[in-house]
């Protein structure tokens, strides 16, 4: 592996084939590097004050705070489940039984609508 460093991309829609894009963003991972088990994403907000330049005119400031994301594959093949299921209820999810027998209950659904 190389120093490497991902960079989020995002899909431009096709207007002309009448689709949007999905708006999830994707990283493009070359051949022989593996995707990140972390990501390190600045927030950057305009802090409505501003700074003299070089030159006098007014900067604005912005406020910088570093958020960090982690790989639910990841943390799902190394955490056991009951653990794995404490990370997911503090961002808001259901457990993993939970969620997966819903998906279980979508899937099903289609397969009936399709019959």
């Given at each position: 592996?190389?120093?490497?460093?991902?960079?989020?991309c995002?899909?431009?829609?096709?207007?002309?084939?009448?689709s949007?894009?999905?708006?999830?963003?994707?990283?493009?991972?070359?051949?022989?590097?593996?995707?990140?088990?972390?990501?390190?994403?600045?927030?950057?907000?305009?802090?409505?004050?501003?700074?003299?330049?070089?030159e006098?005119?007014?900067?604005?400031?912005?406020?910088?705070?570093?958020?960090?994301?982690?790989?639910?594959?990841?943390?799902?093949?190394?955490?056991?489940?009951?653990?794995?299921?404490?990370?997911?209820?503090?961002?808001?999810?259901?457990?993993?039984?939970?969620?997966?027998?819903?998906?279980?209950?979508?899937?099903?659904?289609?397969?009936?609508?399709?019959?």
């Amino acid at each position: 592996m190389t120093n490497w460093i991902p960079e989020i991309c995002y899909e431009e829609p096709d207007e002309n084939a009448g689709s949007l894009s999905s708006h999830i963003p994707f990283i493009q991972v070359p051949e022989g590097e593996a995707m990140p088990g972390m990501l390190f994403i600045f927030e950057s907000r305009d802090s409505g004050e501003f700074e003299p330049d070089s030159e006098g005119n007014p900067l604005p400031i912005v406020e910088m705070e570093l958020h960090q994301f982690a790989d639910m594959v990841t943390l799902k093949n190394k955490l056991d489940p009951e653990a794995y299921d404490v990370v997911r209820a503090a961002l808001g999810l259901e457990s993993l039984a939970i969620a997966s027998e819903k998906g279980r209950q979508v899937t099903q659904n289609i397969r009936e609508n399709v019959e």
